[in-house]
Structure formats: C-alpha cells, structure tokens
C-alpha cells in the first residue's frame, strides 16, 4: 500500500491524490472510487493498473 500511495502522489501530487482516491468514480474499478476499490478488497496493483490506463500514466511512472 506504501508504494501505491506514493505513486499516486508522485503522479496526482501529495494534496490532489487524495481528493483524487475519495472523489473520482472510474467504470474500471466497477463504478468505485479508488477508495472504494480498495476497502471491497481490490488489489493495490489492480487499482494502480485501473488508474494508470484511466488517467493516462506515462508508462515509466507505472
């Protein structure tokens, strides 16, 4: 979990990422926030690859 946060600050910065997590419904995630994701019991992993393909991640940021 420690490596996923800070992947999500290193890309959305440290306030943004998350407001991002808490607020920002993705079809990918089945219609959850990443917070949501992440309680129903997704995969760190899952969820980074979902946000990656959603919001455009650079590929050497994944």
Do not use: I, N
């Not at 219609?31 to 990656?52: E, H, M, N, P």
């Amino acid at each position: 979990m420690t490596v996923f946060w800070q992947r999500m600050a290193d890309h959305f910065g440290p306030g943004y990422a998350d407001t991002f997590a808490r607020d920002h419904v993705m079809s990918g995630l089945g219609g959850r926030t990443v917070l949501q994701a992440l309680d129903a019991g997704w995969d760190a992993k899952d969820v980074w690859r979902v946000v990656c393909t959603t919001m455009d991640v650079p590929q050497e940021k994944r």
